[in-house]
Structure formats: structure tokens, C-alpha cells
């Protein structure tokens, strides 16, 4: 959210040091105001960087064109709206475990990361694209279902501050240690394999979670019934 942020775009540029922009899902009219507000506050212009890992990998690593790989972050974007209604559908009407699902997605997206290095036509790209932003997309609403179902309401609202921003700190150390692993391997293969790390990891601790409150919920059962 911080390239239509203003106020920190000029603070940022009044520093003049190197910028990682992370672009998301801004279209280009966002990109080049915040480059342009990034320029005129001081930052030079060969030391901005959009960080748009896909698209960049396609066009550095595997020669693909410019005017191909700009439709790659909106077809994210929009399976990324797919994914959280279907996940709404699949908790809502089939009562699947928020725990479970987030496993499960966080699996496929470090899958994914994985399998972006290995495409070379354009149309591979789409397909995973399409598959990573389903899966993609319902992590960050299933935080709190998550924390809800295990601990219960009461004690999520009293946390929640904190909870944000453990998630904020994640978010705004990514692009650097991104563009790091970048600066080091020349190019976007090793930051795809980083974040496929990242993600088998969380998945890991997210099933420990799930098998810990499985356990939790037994004793809880054994108890009530004593």
C-alpha cells in the first residue's frame, strides 16, 4: 500500500538511497506517479527498482517480452479474488478447517515459486499464475479465521495489535532480502526458490499448529467428560 502513500514516497525520495518499490497490484499510472514523486523528492533515477519478481524473471531470465509479461501480476490479481471466494465457499457451505487450508495453500504457493522457474512460454506462465494467486490469495484473511478457531475470539482481539504486526514486519522485510538474494545470483531464479523456503516453512509450523490443537481439543474432551 505504500506506493500511493505520498507522504512516505517523498520522505523516502529526501533520502536519496536506493529504493525497492514493491508494485503489487498497482496498475502503471500508479507506478509512474510514485517513480516520478520518488524522482522529484531526490532519489536518482538509476536508483529506483520496481520489484515485480515474475514479470522481471520472465523478461531477464527467460527473454520473454515486455508487453507479455506486464499481463502477468494483473492475472494474479484476479485469481487472488477467485481464491478468497472460493476459500469463503469451502469454509462457509463445507465447513472445511481453516487450519487445514492454510497448509495447503502455503504448500502450493512454495510449489509454485518453484515451478515459475521452470516455465519458458508464455502461456505456462499464465496457467501458473493463475494457480499461484488462487492459493495465494486466501493467506491473509485465513490468519485471524486460523487464530479464531484455535484460541477463540476473546483472546484474538486482545492480540491482534501484535498479530498485525508480526505480519507488517514479515511484509516490509521481504523486498529487501528479495532484492538482496537478487544483487547476489543476477537473477530472479534464486529469489523464487528463497520464497518457496519461506512458504514450505510456514506450512510446516502451520501443521505442527494443526496437530497441537487437535491434540489440545482431546484433553479439553477427556476433561470434560471426567
Not at 143 to 166: A, P, R
Not at 214 to 219: A, G, I, L, V
Amino acid at each position: 500500500g505504500e506506493i500511493t502513500n505520498t507522504p512516505f514516497l517523498k520522505f523516502a525520495g529526501k533520502l536519496k538511497k536506493n529504493i525497492f518499490l514493491s508494485t503489487g497490484m498497482s496498475n502503471m499510472k500508479e507506478i509512474k506517479k510514485a517513480l516520478t514523486l520518488l524522482n522529484n523528492s531526490g532519489t536518482k533515477k538509476n536508483k529506483t527498482q520496481t520489484n515485480k519478481h515474475i514479470k522481471k524473471m520472465k523478461e531477464e531470465n527467460h527473454g520473454n517480452h515486455t508487453e507479455y509479461s506486464r499481463n502477468i501480476i494483473p492475472v494474479i490479481g484476479a485469481a487472488t479474488c477467485f481464491g478468497k471466494l472460493l476459500t469463503g465457499l469451502l469454509i462457509s457451505r463445507f465447513r472445511c478447517n481453516p487450519l487445514s487450508l492454510t497448509i495447503l495453500y502455503l504448500f502450493g504457493c512454495g510449489f509454485y515459486c518453484v515451478v515459475f522457474t521452470f516455465c519458458s512460454q508464455y502461456l505456462e506462465y499464465v496457467g501458473v499464475a493463475i494457480l499461484y494467486g488462487i492459493v495465494l490469495g486466501p493467506i491473509d484473511m485465513m490468519i485471524m479465521e486460523c487464530l479464531t478457531n484455535m484460541f477463540g475470539m476473546e483472546l484474538v482481539k486482545d492480540t491482534i495489535g501484535f498479530i498485525m504486526l508480526v505480519y507488517a514486519i514479515g511484509a516490509v522485510l521481504g523486498a529487501p532480502v528479495s532484492g538482496l538474494i537478487y544483487g547476489i545470483s543476477n537473477n530472479f531464479n534464486g529469489v523464487f526458490y528463497f520464497c518457496a523456503v519461506i512458504y514450505l516453512i510456514a506450512a510446516f509450523f502451520s501443521w505442527m499448529a494443526l496437530y497441537l490443537n487437535k491434540e489440545y481439543q482431546q484433553m479439553t474432551a477427556q476433561y470434560i467428560r471426567l
